[in-house]
């Protein structure tokens, strides 16, 4: 089932999300759910909030990643084949140099930005059969991980933005939250103004 992706300014977006137990409701349901709506959206990557949930879980596919003719051979190996589902993920280290990259999100459709973030982490997590994984990751594929992980501690892309750049999409971003833009995937806006 696809569900709709909750848009820029919502208090979900904004929450740290909690850890889930083993016994969570539902839960494979729930993440078939996440990769439908993942997929139906064209998103690499979708975390429960953006579906109005605060759990620690999101969903990862950097398959069309893969196919850019400007990666290394290795790079573009690693990311056709990166599919996961983190659940309760901590990273637990992050190194290496700044890098820049020009990110977007589902939940703030039309705005894309470059975002610094350190090119290498670690992170602990458990799969969908709650087995415990660490793994150490770099490029795009940790630069996802660290965008949806973002997510479940209430932080946007846009947070990590200057001031300056803040104040140029302000408007923009006020326009999404009110649901004044066009998407072409089911989407729930916070701030809609009801119809007369
Ligand atoms: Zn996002």
Not at 64 to 93: G, W, Y
């Amino acid at each position: 089932m696809i569900r709709p992706i909750v848009a820029y300014g919502a208090t979900v977006l904004k929450k740290k999300s909690e850890n889930i137990s083993k016994e969570y409701p539902n839960l494979s349901k729930l993440i078939e759910d996440m990769w439908e709506t993942m997929y139906a959206s064209k998103g690499v990557g979708l975390a429960a909030p953006q579906i109005g949930l605060s759990v620690r879980i999101f969903v990862i596919d950097t398959k069309p990643f893969a196919s850019d003719d400007e990666l290394d051979p290795a790079e573009a190996k690693t990311l056709e084949f990166f599919k996961k589902v983190f659940i309760n993920p901590q990273i637990i280290k992050e190194e290496g140099d700044l890098w820049s990259f020009n990110e977007g999100c589902l939940s703030i459709p039309e705005v894309r930005e470059d975002v610094n973030r350190k090119e290498k982490i670690t992170i602990q997590y458990r799969d969908e059969q709650f087995k415990l994984h660490t793994e150490i990751l770099d490029g795009l594929a940790a630069r996802v991980v660290q965008h949806e992980y973002d997510h479940i501690e209430g932080v946007l892309f846009t947070d990590h933005l200057s001031s300056l750049k803040k104040r140029l999409i302000k408007n923009k971003l006020t326009s999404i939250s009110k649901g004044l833009i066009t998407v072409d995937y089911p989407m729930r806006f916070p701030n809609k103004l009801r119809r007369k």
